[in-house]
């Protein structure tokens, strides 16, 4: 509506203002108007009455009347001359109206005449008489006494009818009236005029400001003039350079934020005063709906682990930093929170998540390191010191139990000697240090060496050993000892766990992108939950072995190592009871150092 707008206040406002100061100068105008036209009438009433008086009084009676006469019809007024308390002079018109001399005796402003030396005047309504009526007329009576102190009760009298007064102050209150009614319309439409042209910039502003509300920070405003409006525009568009410039610095550092906690490793929670998340960055979304997953909860935003609950309440009540650690399927996480301040009261608090899996995973490797390393040592090196002790202590009598003897500790040295050595070839090849020479080979003949190697122990197993590769004629880029090691490991650990008549089957087969070899077996089997566990150092699905039968726990280690030296794969699957089948592929271009 125009009433609510900035044009209408302003508009009706000075309508209002100068609607007022004109009525208020037409009021007194009009009092001021109406006091001048009786003051006027009255003077005029006042000098004639004295000229008349002073006529008397230069005249002789007869000569005096004569001129009084000639000079009352000079203007337009009622004259009574009375002279002693007779009238002896009068311009009123007998056959009509006339004032009574009684009315004038009666009234006690006007008798006051007859005392002497003052002029008297009144306005009123006063009787008019005529032969068969009486009747009453608003006049102006002025009343001057003659030849006061020589002459009693004698006086002039001067009287008008109040109608032309009155018609001169209407006369004048319409021109008033006019005037002003000329000056408000004049006034209305300048002030909508004068509203319209000052509120015309602060509606484009308006405009302006929607603009910039919905992110248009480049709209500018014309400035126009240079007054405040103008000012006010020129601040308006140094405010939209400042936000477009605070905004793109906010946006900068919010992707910046953005960018930081998206490509952290570990995860970040932001939480509330109520303890409600915030913000979350991948891996902290990750562990929530792993928690989620665990719990069986269809919307992970819906609850957090108690943990983190508790958590966050020692952080409130505290107000300092808290830790704590929580297992969530399978993996260990480390949880520090921290609390976010609004000046001096808590808003929230931010949790930093770190997954410690790897860490305590490679803590337990190396104690299991060590044990297995103290293990493997500790056997070798007991029967070296005990076979040398009985060698020294002659408990061997015969050449032949000696040479026994001598040849159990050979048999150990080299077994020490070998479990060094491949302890430290994994540590190089762990270390990035593979020393690989490839050459192109035929895949053919190369496979078949690596079969006939095993097929004496095979027979000795009563294992069926056997090679598919049919229509394999094509070449490959590899370091064939490497791989024929990686073989060597796989068959020789295939044939040493199946059982009499048994089959163990290299196969191979060749395709565009690369090689794929193949162990299969029908021997005991891998338990599913050591499954993950078979190519690490040291590790033994059956853990009661004999030393006999069991290796040093590091030939899988070593052949994945080969495998992804070759930038290649490898992987596992087996049944209990059933067959296991090792499996990798050596693609075509391998980029590994030669």
Partial sequence: MLWRSVVGKLWLTIILLVTFVLTLLMVLLLQSFERVHVNTAESQLMNHAQMIASMYERYDQEEALYVIQEYAETFDTKLILLIEGEKVLSTENHHSHYLALHTLYNNHVLMEVFSGEQIVRTEGDFPFESHDEQLYAEIMIVGVPVQPGEIEDSAVFLYQSLDAINSATAETRRIVYLSGGI????????????????????????????????????????????????????????????????????????????????????????????????????????????????????????????????????????????????????????????PLYDQNVIRGAVAVFRDMTEERRHDKLRKDFIANVSHELRTPISMLQGYSEAIIDDVAQSDEEKKEMAKIIYDESLRIGRLVNELLDLARMEAGHVELHAEHIPLHPFVEKVVRKFQGLAKEQNITLSLDATKLDKEATIDPDRIEQVLT?????????????????????????????????????????????????FYKADKA???????????????????????????????????TEFTFFIPNIAMYNE
């Fill in 489 to 537: 490991n796989l068959l020789h650990n295939a044939i040493r766990h199946t059982n009499e008549e048994g089959h163990v089957t290299l196969r191979v087969r060749s395709f565009d992108e690369g090689t794929k070899f193949d162990v299969l077996d029908t021997g005991s089997g891998i338990p599913e939950e050591d499954l993950p566990f078979v190519f690490e150092r």
């Fill in 183 to 338: 000056a408000i319309i004049m006034t209305t439409v300048f002030a909508f005029f004068l509203s319209s042209r000052v509120t015309a910039p602060l509606r484009k502003m308006r405009e302006m400001a929607l603009e910039v509300a919905k992110g248009e920070f480049e709209t500018k405003i014309p400035i126009l003039t240079h007054d405040e409006i103008g000012q006010l525009a020129m601040a308006f568009n140094r405010m939209g350079r400042e936000l477009n410039n605070n905004i793109h610095a906010l946006n900068q550092e919010k992707e910046q934020l953005a960018r930081i906690l998206g490509s952290m490793a570990d995860g970040v929670i932001t939480l509330n005063k109520y303890g409600k998340v915030v913000l979350a960055n991948p891996p902290a979304e990750r562990f929530i709906q792993s928690w989620s997953f665990e719990q069986g909860q269809i919307r992970p935003e819906e609850q957090l682990p108690d943990t983190i609950g508790t958590l966050f309440e020692q952080v409130v009540t505290f107000e300092k930093e808290q830790t704590t650690e929580i297992e969530v399927q399978g993996r260990s996480w480390t949880i520090l929170m921290t």
């Fill in 545 to 579: 072995r004999t030393r006999s039968r069991g290796g040093t726990g590091l030939g899988l280690a070593i052949a994945k190592n080969i495998v992804e030296a070759h930038n290649g794969h490898i992987s596992v699957h087996s049944k209990l009871n059933e067959g």
